[in-house]
């Protein structure tokens, strides 16, 4: 059971997130953030006063040392600012929640999607993808549609994904995360991403991921289903999961599949709902 119900404003909800019950930061992320206040220059005053320890009084050598090292810093600060924008939380260690660029603006229409087969398939032509790398966008004009669904409806982008490899131990939590890393940089579009890595209620076509997104990465605002839809492959097909067009189902929110998405085919709420 999701039990948070504390609604945030999220310009200060991904600070507080981290201090609510069932919330984490992952160590991933903390890994990658030591590393990389690793690389930034000593503080300018102390590599001064080592050059001076070391050399003797050379002011004008410090000097010219601290001046590079202050334009490093700058680019490093602003490096790391830009790095802290990009956040990867788990709920409950069973929802993973990965915020690109911030996550995305509040706003009462959605566009949602499932990632794999929806908006990347493999490389490789594998039905599994192989490694963090083997992704291709969708379609050629997978980002182009996307771009133009968020422009025309002034839409935020949210991406839902089932990963129960990762709970069933055949699939590394690292390896999900770095494709999600990799697809949304190549996006380059703020977005929210959810990965539901066990059976259970976060799991489409459960809905604990779109409920967990409400509650409390949305500001509180409420979505307006029908002006929103739900982009998904997995419909039912033999042999492929009913997921996708089921969570739409019980969403109440229009289902577009992603053949037509690319082709640029408006979802009709009545599709999803027949
Ligand atoms: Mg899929």
Redesign the pocket.
Known sequence: MIRWHNSCNPTNANNKIFSQPGFGLLSGLQHRLISLFDKMPLDVADEQEQVQDKKGIDKVHSREDSVEALANLELSYEQVRKELTNKWLDYEKSCFIYLYRGGGEPSNTLAAF?????IIKPKSNKRIPKSATDWQFFSAWTKVKLQQALRENEARLVIF??QNGVGLKVVALEEVQQRIELVTKRLNIPCTVFVATEKDEFRKPNLGMFKLFTRAFNSSMKVALDRSFYC???VGYPSHSDA?IKFAQSLKIPFIPPEKFVRGVKPKLSESNE
């Open positions: 499932d990632l794999d087969g929806t994904t089932n998904g492959d997995a996708d």
